[in-house]
C-alpha cells in the first residue's frame, strides 16, 4: 500500500505554541547545533522567543513561523536579522529530533523562501551553518541556497577547529 505524503505547513506562532517547542528543543543532540539555547531550556525562556517572535511580525524585525506536521508542531523557522532596507534576511530553523530525515526541514525552508520573495519582495536570503551541521546544509541546498562561500577554522568546537559555511539564494 502507498503511503501518505506528510504535509508540512508553516503558520504564524501563538504563545500556546512554546510548551511544545520546549519539548523539542529539549534534545541534547539538536542543541549542539543550536548554542543560543540553554539544556535544559525552561519554558519561559521559549515563551519568550515566541512572543519576541510575534512581536516581530509588527515590527518587520523578524518574520517567524511554527513548522506542522501533519497539524502538530514539529520545529520552527525564521527570517532575522535584516539589512536596513529590510530586502535580506537571514534565516534559521530547528526540526524536532523525532521528525528529522523526512524532508521537513527542506519543505519549511522552500515555504518561507517562498513568502520572503512573494510577499516581503526580498532580493537575498542567507544563512551560515558549522561545516560539520551536514544536515542543515543538505536541506537548505535541496531548498535551492547555494554554497557560496567557507570560513575556515572560525570556531574552536571542544577541541577542533570548524568551518562556517555561507549559504544564499537570491531572487
Ligand atoms: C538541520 C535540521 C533542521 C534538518 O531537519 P530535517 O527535517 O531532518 O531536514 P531534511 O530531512 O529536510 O533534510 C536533511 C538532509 O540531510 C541529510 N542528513 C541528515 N543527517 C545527515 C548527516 N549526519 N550527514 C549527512 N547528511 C545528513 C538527510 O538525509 C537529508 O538529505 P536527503 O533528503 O538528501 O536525504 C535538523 O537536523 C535540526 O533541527 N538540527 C538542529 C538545529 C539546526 O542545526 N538548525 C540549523 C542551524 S543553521
Not at 511580525?57 to 506536521?69: C, D, N, Q, R
Not at 534576511?89 to 524536532?96: A, H, R, T
Not at 544536515?135 to 557560496?148: T, V
Request: glycine share 8%; hydrophobic share 35%; with cysteine.
Amino acid at each position: 500500500m502507498k503511503k501518505n505524503k506528510i504535509i508540512v505547513e508553516i503558520r504564524k506562532p501563538k504563545l500556546s505554541d512554546a510548551k511544545a517547542l520546549k519539548g523539542l528543543i529539549n534534545n541534547k543532540e539538536l542543541l549542539k547545533q543550536l548554542c543560543d539555547y540553554p539544556y535544559p531550556c525552561p519554558l519561559k525562556r521559549m515563551e519568550k522567543d515566541v512572543e519576541d517572535g510575534i512581536k516581530g511580525w509588527k515590527t518587520k524585525k523578524s518574520f517567524s513561523f511554527t513548522i506542522l506536521v501533519d497539524g502538530e508542531i514539529a520545529g520552527s523557522i525564521i527570517l532575522e536579522n535584516p539589512s536596513k532596507d529590510k530586502g535580506r534576511y537571514d534565516l534559521g530553523f530547528f526540526v524536532g529530533r523525532k521528525f528529522w530525515s523526512k524532508g521537513i526541514a527542506t519543505e519549511a525552508i522552500k515555504q518561507i523562501v517562498k513568502f520572503g520573495f512573494d510577499k516581503l519582495k526580498l532580493y537575498r536570503i542567507q544563512a551560515d551553518n558549522d561545516s560539520d551541521n551536514l544536515a542543515s546544509g543538505r536541506a537548505m541546498e535541496r531548498a535551492g541556497f547555494k554554497l557560496e562561500g567557507v570560513l575556515k577554522k572560525i570556531q574552536k568546537k571542544k577541541t577542533k577547529f570548524i568551518d562556517l559555511h555561507m549559504w544564499g539564494i537570491t531572487k
